[in-house]
């Protein structure tokens, strides 16, 4: 393969704790990369150019291989939010029962500082080092308007981003 200069790469990997396999279905305003499924401890990746105004949108629907049927959708990069977060490598880890995560595996050295909250639960702050997930789980409730939202600082060198 010639150089990959400048294009993003971004890993989705199945991290169910119960072995489970996962389908994944990813695509942009563009391209659909299709159906694929996931074995556990194992990824499906794809490499990018992001375009030059940042509004390059990747979306994924997970659904976990184990009679639930519900399939979960997540912005796996988003040129806005991840040109600074992850810049040309972009990792989201799977886990069970976990609709919501974020994975960190950037290989800097560097930690997180992460505080996730509902409207009725504050989870706290938290640091993830290099490598380390944070993740939780919830019920939803019966509406289907559970939402969490996250602040997310990276620490670099004792510099906060």
């Not at 993003?8 to 499924?37: A, P, Y």
């Not at 979960?72 to 976990?98: E, L, S």
């Not at 308007?145 to 620490?155: A, G």
Request: aromatic content about 18%; charged content about 20%; overall charge negative.
């Amino acid at each position: 393969m010639l150089c990959d200069c400048g294009k993003v790469q971004v890993h989705i990997m199945n991290m169910q704790r119960s072995g489970g396999r996962i389908n994944v279905h990813c695509q942009s305003k563009d391209d659909d990369l299709g159906f694929h499924v996931v074995e556990y401890g194992d990824e499906y990746s794809w490499s990018f150019g992001a375009n030059i105004w940042g509004s390059t949108l990747f979306y994924c629907d997970v659904q976990m291989i184990n009679g639930d049927l519900t399939w979960y959708h997540f912005d796996a990069y988003d040129g806005i939010r991840d040109f600074f977060r992850c810049w040309w490598h972009c990792r989201w880890m799977i886990f069970q029962n976990t609709q919501y995560l974020f994975g960190y595996d950037e290989g800097t050295g560097g930690k997180i500082n992460i505080r996730c909250q509902s409207k009725d639960d504050d989870l706290g702050y938290h640091i993830v080092k290099d490598g380390d997930v944070y993740s939780w789980s919830f019920g939803a409730n019966i509406w289907g308007s559970t939402l969490f939202y996250c602040d997310v600082q990276m620490i670099i060198d004792d510099i906060t981003w």
